[in-house]
């Protein structure tokens, strides 16, 4: 609001089943505080407005009733409701494990024995004899874990420390070299290219509670996916729900949500004059691995659809 003067806000206070529009009203009214207080806009271009619960509410179980304790926003500026880009980089390592199998011989018998896996002068992993608790033996495989090893800093260097009965110490080390091959795979926000293959990955969430059908900001992010969707694609459209209400309806909900995506979909990509891609709607129900439904913001998320697009990537000509 602060980069778009003229744009305007509606704030809207749910009033749940047997509260008074006071209640969705102070809601509104706490949100333009923090508005106008922390970010200076001004009062008069944020409206506070109430809306109703639906009836059948009354008698909700726990999680729909927090559902029904919110303030949502409205506005004909797209900027204010758009969704947010996101970049996250993925690293596959391969293989994804390495295997360890120190060996030695002391004629005093070993009393213990440690590795550290080291990168860079830092400890990303330790393995000892007093493992043995852990299912940790002489010989083991350590699986490699993403967030340990920093793939731009070099070698991995396994360093053994072996204690005999006598108090004697030995030491010795082997070194892995850690390649990237940036060539291979490419990531770029929701787009993952490795060789031919070009798989892209949508993701719309938000969906109103209970309703099959989307928002205009849903459509505004189809319409711009099916720009990038060639003929012959193969795509993939999977719905979600939040935890709220029974198995069956959730699967059916899901299934619905997935087949509004399909339908805006054929549609835009129909403009375009592609109708050789090939659609395919999946209704998965309820969606709780990725979004904590314990809370309502979790399960705004999870009230979802998911767009695959798995195509050939179009080959560069040169001039």
């Known amino acids: 609001m602060r980069n778009d003067p003229t744009s305007q806000l509606a704030l809207v206070g749910m009033i749940p089943p047997g509260g008074t529009a006071d209640i969705g009203q102070e809601r509104g009214k ?9 970010w200076g806009i001004p009062l008069r271009r944020i409206e506070v407005k109430t809306a109703a619960a639906p ?42 494990r390495i295997s360890l199998s120190p060996t030695w011989k002391a004629e005093a ?32 495989a350590w699986q490699i874990q993403d967030q340990r090893i920093d793939s731009t800093l070099g070698d991995i260097t396994a ?30 926000t929701d787009n993952v290219r490795s060789g031919k293959a070009e798989r892209i990955t949508q993701t719309l969430v938000g969906f109103d509670y209970r309703l099959a059908q989307g928002n205009s900001e849903h459509e ?14 193969a795509i993939t459209i999977t719905g979600y729900t ?15 949500r997935a087949d509004y995506v399909a339908g805006l979909l054929r549609q835009f990509l129909s403009q375009r004059g592609i109708g050789s891609a090939t659609i395919t709607t999946i209704g998965a129900g309820a969606e709780t691995s990725r979004f904590p439904n314990q809370l309502p913001e979790g399960r705004i998320l999870s009230r979802g659809v998911t767009v695959v697009v798995e195509q050939t990537r179009r080959e560069k000509r040169g001039g």
Request: aromatic fraction near 4%.
């Open 159 to 188: 360093l053994l420390t072996v204690v005999d009965s006598a108090g004697q110490t030995a030491t010795a080390s082997d070194t892995i070299a850690l390649k990237m091959r940036r060539d291979t795979t490419v990531i770029e």
């Open 220 to 233: 505004r992010l189809l319409r711009e996916l099916s720009d990038r969707i060639r003929p012959g694609a």
């Open 30 to 38: 706490k949100i333009r505080e923090y508005l106008t207080s922390v």
């Open 242 to 256: 939040d935890r709220i209400g029974d198995d069956r309806a959730n699967q059916q909900l899901s299934r619905e």
């Open 109 to 140: 018998g070993v009393l213990g024995w440690r590795v550290e896996v080291m990168q860079a002068g830092a400890t990303i992993a330790s393995f000892s004899s007093d493992d043995s608790t852990a299912g940790i033996s002489k010989d083991f």
């Open 55 to 96: 009836a059948s509410s009354a008698n909700a179980a726990s999680d729909q009733q927090a559902e029904l304790r919110k303030v949502t926003a409205a506005s004909a500026s797209p900027m204010l409701t758009a969704s947010l880009t996101t970049e996250q980089l993925v690293r596959d390592f391969n293989p994804p």
